[in-house]
């Protein structure tokens, strides 16, 4: 196929079961590249979902890569990723021990790295506060998530808004926030963080209610 720099181009990200960012990369030919990963990929297995965003050129698309890559660490992009053998290794060992201890850069410093957030929506409010619960796109993940309350940084939750309490229930996060921000944002934004101990256990840092949300916007 020959393609050109105005072609339309799709931008596709690969994650797994713990929301990591594994792979990125573009294609102009649609499903098709998802059954060339399906039988040629070593990571391909721990693929749990996809999201896809086309473009209008392919100029546009491989820039948009190269930032998410650089930004990312994703840890089988090799390029724009020059810690790409680390990463690779320290994920691969990560998933072979189940969650254990893993050699060169550590799990939870490539999950740090790649700035885990889960989004929450309001679905509420009572009295001075709001109460904001995550998706069903999230249920992987929650499964997983420790929200206990001295793993929560409620002093830093928000610009005007700070965590009166959370919980996980029925494969939901929970939280109720208190402040301006907390009446007038449509969601708020789930900081996570890795516990290393065995099973796998993300936990909850701190809840940030989005300022671009405020007044009832949409973002």
């Avoid at 896809?52 to 890569?65: I, K, N, Q, S």
């Avoid at 201890?101 to 939870?108: G, K, L, Q």
Wanted: aromatic share 8%; net charge positive; with cysteine.
């Amino acid at each position: 196929m020959n393609l050109t720099a105005d072609q339309s181009t799709s931008v596709y990200r690969y994650y797994d079961l713990n929301g990591l960012l594994l792979y990125v990369g573009i294609t102009s030919r649609g499903i098709s590249r998802n059954r060339e990963h399906n039988t040629t990929k070593e990571w391909w297995g721990y693929v749990t979902r996809q999201v896809v965003d086309h473009y209008a050129t392919r100029a546009e698309a491989l820039d948009v890569e190269r930032v998410l890559i650089r930004s990312f660490r994703p840890p089988f992009n090799a390029q724009h990723n020059p810690s790409h053998d680390q990463d690779k290794r320290a994920y691969l060992a990560f998933a072979a021990a189940g969650g254990g201890t893993v050699p060169y850069v550590s799990f939870a410093e490539l999950f740090s790295k790649q700035g885990r957030k889960m989004e929450l929506r309001k679905t509420s409010t009572s009295g001075e506060c709001g109460v904001y619960v995550s998706g069903p796109e999230s249920v992987d993940i929650v499964s997983r998530l420790d929200a206990t309350p001295r793993k929560v940084r409620a002093a830093d939750a928000g610009h005007k808004g700070k965590v009166r309490s959370i919980e996980i229930d029925s494969g939901r996060v929970i939280a109720v926030i208190y402040g301006s921000y907390a009446l007038t944002a449509k969601r708020a934004m789930a900081r996570i963080g890795y516990v290393s101990t065995k099973p796998v256990k993300l936990r909850i840092d701190s809840i940030t209610v989005d300022i671009g949300s405020r007044n009832g916007a949409d973002v």
